[in-house]
């Protein structure tokens, strides 16, 4: 799936093996006017921790419930284990100007997932600036020239209509919609196609 990693197919399945290259890792880092995407280190455990404590924020999220120190630590190691398995994976996102952490955006491809999903989250003191917009624009530039998929995804809850727009934003389409224990789940969806020719709205910056 990663363009540049170890991946190799192997009778049928794959073989993913850890990534330890220091210049992948810097090619990882992106840039935004306002933003800084960087992937997940140890220190971001507890800032992380805090952001989820607001109720707004894990509304939509598939917990539901804020999580303590021991469930932000799991989390974070999950997404350090998926760039070290995958190459990439969901960046925590840094503000230029107070060096702050006010989210998570990027790429989730567990085993078995059908489709590479993009995700974003930002925290609540922060909402309504475009941060959402601008790490996620970024993030599905990124994927575009680093992952080898053609079709990018993202699960948003019917009722989170300030996700809804960010997925309408970068050019996504509704494809489908499930119930989850009793929630309408929308997959949106664009193509690798559809992206180059229509590039992603840019939040006013
Ligand atoms: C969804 C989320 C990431 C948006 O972050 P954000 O930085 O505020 O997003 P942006 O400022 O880039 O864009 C928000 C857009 O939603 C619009 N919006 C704001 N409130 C809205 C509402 N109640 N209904 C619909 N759209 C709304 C804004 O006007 C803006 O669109 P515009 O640029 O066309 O005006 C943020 O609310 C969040 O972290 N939510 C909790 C986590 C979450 O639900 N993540 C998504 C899981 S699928």
Known sequence: MYKGGLIQ??????????????SNAVMAIVETPRLVLRPPIGSD?????????????????????PGDIAVAWRNVAIMIGHWSISGFGPWTIVMKE???????????YPAG???VELGWMIRRSDWG?????EAASAALAWAWQHV????IVSSISAANTRS????????QRLES????DGEAIHTFGIHRSAAMTSPPVESQV
């Open 148 to 151: 080898d998929t053609d079709h």
């Open 9 to 22: 197919q192997v009778a049928g399945s794959r073989l993913v093996r850890p990534r330890t290259n220091a």
């Open 45 to 65: 455990v507890e800032p992380m921790m805090v952001i989820h404590q607001n109720p707004d924020v894990i509304k939509y999220l598939d917990s539901h419930v």
């Open 129 to 133: 600036r475009g941060f959402a917009t």
């Open 113 to 115: 997932a059908a489709d």
């Open 164 to 171: 809804i727009r960010i997925a309408e934003k970068l050019g």
């Open 98 to 108: 107070s060096s702050q952490i006010i989210g998570r955006a990027g790429l989730w």
């Open 177 to 180: 919609t499930r119930v989850v």
